[in-house]
């Protein structure tokens, strides 16, 4: 009994210390965030010349025409998908816009620092946090990642 019980303490040990414990696998919400975004990097569904239809099925009736941008709706739809909710207008209809997402958002609070699954905006365009410096957004042809959200605001999840 002695030999399996070293062996159970030593294994648990070595797992720890190359971080496969269960409290570092699941990293949370704002992680699953930066995850899925980066899954539909070069995907072109939230490009300018195409038409989209959110995921969010409280606003699936509203379509997103050719000629609208689309960088508040790849934010609504990532965080759809991981199971966050995302905000929408005052009226219920549309995604907060880039713009919105500089202000006070219910649910969110704002960060002085950038970190994986923030959303990150400068009044006119929005992103996704994947880490300290990059961003996912949808940008006129395809979904890129890049510096380009510089100086904006930094809303955090309060779920997470």
């Known amino acids: 009994m002695i030999t399996k019980s070293k062996n159970l303490v ?3 040990l070595l797992l720890s210390l190359i971080g496969c414990n269960a409290a ?7 992680d699953d965030l930066a ?10 569904d939230w490009a300018i010349n195409v038409e989209k239809v959110p ?11 050719i000629g609208t ?18 905000p929408l207008t005052s009226d219920g209809k ?15 609070t704002k960060a002085s620092t950038q970190q994986k699954g923030d959303i990150v905006s400068d009044g006119n365009h929005c992103g996704i946090a994947v880490d300290s410096t990059y ?12 510096q380009d959200i510089k100086g904006g605001t930094i809303q955090r999840c309060d779920t997470d």
């Open 69 to 86: 941008p689309k960088c508040n709706l790849f934010l609504c739809d990532m965080l759809y998908n991981v199971g966050i909710t995302p």
């Open 10 to 12: 030593g294994v648990t």
């Open 35 to 44: 995850k899925e975004a980066k899954v539909h990097r070069y995907e072109t």
């Open 24 to 30: 570092r696998h699941n990293m949370g919400k704002r």
């Open 94 to 108: 549309w995604p907060i816009t880039a713009n919105m997402w500089t202000g006070s958002v219910s649910g969110w």
């Open 135 to 146: 961003t996912m957004a949808a940008g006129t042809s395809k979904i890129y990642m890049d």
């Open 55 to 65: 995921n969010d099925p409280r606003i699936n009736r509203n379509v997103f025409p």
